[in-house]
């Protein structure tokens, strides 16, 4: 299914698959910047997660903080501050800033708050 495209854009998607590109590039996979185009990566997860296949999460997410952190100079925010700040906190990482973000401002509506930091 997947195999003809390699970037979709969000205005083609049907509502189901703008909410799952939502969740993918917002909560699994956070950015710094807006993205109305669905990568490779982003159109496989979204089909895994409509065909229910078990994804290993932790994978996803320690891959992408260490791609981000580690092989990338750009200036990135990372995500999951909200489960992360008690890691960092109990570890004594250094945080240059955190950027309070709630879900009103991820997704419009109104909601919890998360933290994005930048290390």
């Known amino acids: 299914m997947l195999e003809d495209y390699t970037r979709v854009d969000k205005r083609a998607m049907r509502p189901l698959h703008k ?28 089909e895994l997660l409509i065909s229910q296949v078990q994804i290993n999460l ?9 791609r981000i952190s580690v092989h990338d100079d ?3 925010g990372l995500g999951y501050g909200f489960w992360l700040g008690e890691v960092f906190e109990f570890f004594q990482v250094p945080v240059k800033e ?5 879900t ?16």
């Open 19 to 46: 909410l799952l590109f939502d969740v993918v590039h917002k909560i699994i996979l956070p950015r710094k910047h807006k993205r109305t185009e669905a990568n490779y990566l982003n159109l496989t997860l979204m």
């Open 58 to 66: 932790l994978q996803l997410i320690l891959s992408h903080i260490h």
């Open 74 to 76: 750009k200036d990135h």
């Open 98 to 102: 955190w950027q309070v973000q709630s």
């Open 104 to 119: 009103k401002d991820v997704f419009g509506g109104s909601g919890s708050c998360c933290y994005t930091c930048y290390l």
